[in-house]
């Protein structure tokens, strides 16, 4: 949990930042997760705000109670994710989702809002799936951001960071976001290019 707490929100997207609880290097498999059992998702979903204290404390309990049930569900949340990141990964590099791929997100995002109510919030109305101690509750939201995403984009902006594998939203006026976050590759990329200007004035 302590890993999960500590990962930076940074993808523009629910969906995205799902994709992102893994990391590696910008090409090739990821080489480190922090999603290992249902608790890691639901402190997943915690972090990232999709549910409550309250009803983190609820999904852990029953998780505790229907153990085969949350091995389960983990293993369709790990399955979710994989068809998310290749999905996001092609509209990324310019290429258009399979069909198989539009079908999987359409019937994921159908289950989702059958959990859901729409409620009027601060002047507009949204879905809602507060209340559910379903152990599928902390992927209604993602899918259904998913699928919000594909359908209103903007898709042109979605990219990849140039230092490891996240995916992300570029919201820069000129859209020229490169890295996942300045602070980390952004960073990363600056000290390289120190280090090199660095080794180049010695010859």
Known sequence: MNDVGRMRIVGGSLALDYVNTRSGPPAGPPDDDVLHRYDDLVAWARHAGVVTEPEAARLRRQAR????????????????????????????????PSGRQLA?????????????????????????????????????????AAAELLTTGPLERIKTCSGCRFVFVDESKNRSRRWCSMEDCGTAAKIRRYVARRAASRH
């Not at 859901?116 to 109305?125: E, F, K, N, P, R």
């Open 65 to 96: 109670a229907r153990p085969d049930d949350a091995r389960d569900l983990f293993q369709r949340a790990l399955g979710v994710r994989d068809h998310l990141d290749a999905l996001f990964r092609t509209v990324a590099t310019g290429g258009r």
């Open 104 to 144: 999987r997100l359409s019937g994921d995002t159908a289950e989702a809002l059958a959990h859901a109510q729409l409620v009027l919030g601060d002047g507009h109305y949204r879905w809602r799936w507060t209340g559910h101690q379903d152990l599928g509750r902390p992927l209604w939201p993602v899918v259904h």
